[in-house]
């Protein structure tokens, strides 16, 4: 375990301790899991947020209490009270403790890959927003794909183009801000964690769906929801001042970064050309004029 958090996470400093599964539920494997994360002090906003979500769940709880002190002991309760105050939650709730240094800031991306890294299902839903922003009830059930017949049971399940969930009427890049996406646990694509803290949800996450659609030459499903609670929270802008040294040094690290990823996919296409060249001239073409912006850019 700890290999995997020094592979996956840039937490700073190093979490004292990851406690995988203390709760475990029983998932169907053709499910898909919503990845969270919470603070130990927004713990029960898990509730009402599964009884809109029937799915599995794995969420993952920071808290900075020493291990196996009596802070410990009393969180532990509090996560056992869960399931009764929820029974589904015995079969659907996958819960995980990172314990982290005092003073330790906030780093969404990382947090978000090791909820999923914990996923119990192939097929992932990663949202971005805090426990406050309920899903819509018909969401789990419209996301579920036909059920593969028993005689296709064994055979290794294609890759799906991702999915982003968005509440407005984009359908490319920049979508509406914490839109969550659906995508394989083991998809390839993580979330950055490059950009230091302090920084906020919707901010760190924005990266991280500017991968997804690059790396996928924009083939990415979008797909229209209605049904949010407190769905105010999701998309009310949370940036810093513009004018601010943080804002403007960040405005920096982002343009950096998306010339980076844009000089390197077109690398990737140039090195791993396919049988199918009109689709490589297409995705070329699509990457010069997503990528122009970026590319060019001198920012302030």
């Known amino acids: 375990m700890d290999h995997l958090l020094s592979k996956l996470t840039s937490i700073y400093p190093p979490p004292r301790a990851l406690d995988a599964y203390v709760l475990k539920g029983h998932s169907d494997l053709k499910g898909v899991t919503a990845c969270l994360w919470a603070t130990d002090q927004d713990l029960n906003l898990v509730l009402p947020w599964a009884s809109r979500w029937t799915g599995p769940i794995s969420l993952l709880v920071t808290t900075t209490v020493d291990p196996?002190?009596?802070?410990?002991?009393?969180?532990?309760?509090?996560?056992?009270?869960?399931?009764?105050?929820?029974?589904?939650?015995?079969?659907?709730?996958?819960?995980?403790?990172?314990?982290?240094?005092?003073?330790?800031?906030?780093?969404?991306?990382?947090?978000?890959?090791?909820?999923?890294?914990?996923?119990?299902?192939?097929?992932?839903?990663?949202?971005?927003?805090?426990?406050?922003?309920?899903?819509?009830?018909?969401?789990?059930?419209g996301l579920l794909?036909?059920?593969?017949?028993?005689?296709?049971?064994?055979?290794?399940?294609?890759?799906?183009?991702?999915?982003?969930?968005?509440?407005?009427?984009?359908?490319?890049?920049?979508?509406?801000?914490?839109?969550?996406?659906?995508?394989?646990?083991?998809?390839?694509?993580?979330?950055?964690?490059?950009?230091?803290?302090?920084?906020?949800?919707?901010?760190?996450?924005?990266?991280?769906?500017?991968?997804?659609?690059?790396?996928?030459?924009?083939?990415?499903?979008?797909?229209?929801?209605?049904?949010?609670?407190?769905?105010?929270l999701a998309t009310s802008p949370t940036s810093p001042a513009v004018d601010s040294s943080p804002a403007k040094l960040r405005r920096r690290l982002v343009a950096k970064f998306r010339s980076e990823t844009c000089v390197l996919a077109t690398r990737q296409l140039a090195a791993l050309r396919s049988a199918d060249k009109a689709m490589d001239a297409k995705k070329a073409r699509w990457l010069k004029r997503v990528c122009r912006a970026w590319t060019n850019s001198n920012p302030a």
């Open 68 to 141: 196996s002190s009596p802070e410990h002991e009393a969180l532990l309760y509090r996560v056992s009270t869960l399931q009764t105050k929820n029974p589904l939650l015995n079969i659907t709730l996958s819960l995980h403790l990172v314990h982290l240094a005092p003073r330790t800031p906030d780093n969404p991306n990382a947090f978000l890959n090791l909820a999923r890294l914990l996923a119990p299902t192939p097929r992932v839903a990663l949202f971005p927003a805090n426990l406050s922003t309920l899903p819509p009830r018909a969401l789990y059930a």
């Open 145 to 232: 794909a036909p059920a593969a017949s028993s005689a296709l049971a064994v055979e290794p399940e294609p890759r799906r183009s991702p999915v982003v969930l968005t509440s407005r009427g984009q359908t490319g890049f920049p979508f509406a801000p914490l839109a969550p996406a659906v995508l394989g646990r083991d998809d390839p694509l993580w979330c950055t964690e490059r950009f230091f803290p302090p920084t906020t949800r919707a901010a760190d996450w924005e990266e991280c769906v500017w991968q997804l659609w690059l790396e996928n030459f924009g083939d990415v499903e979008v797909r229209q929801t209605r049904g949010w609670l407190h769905e105010a």
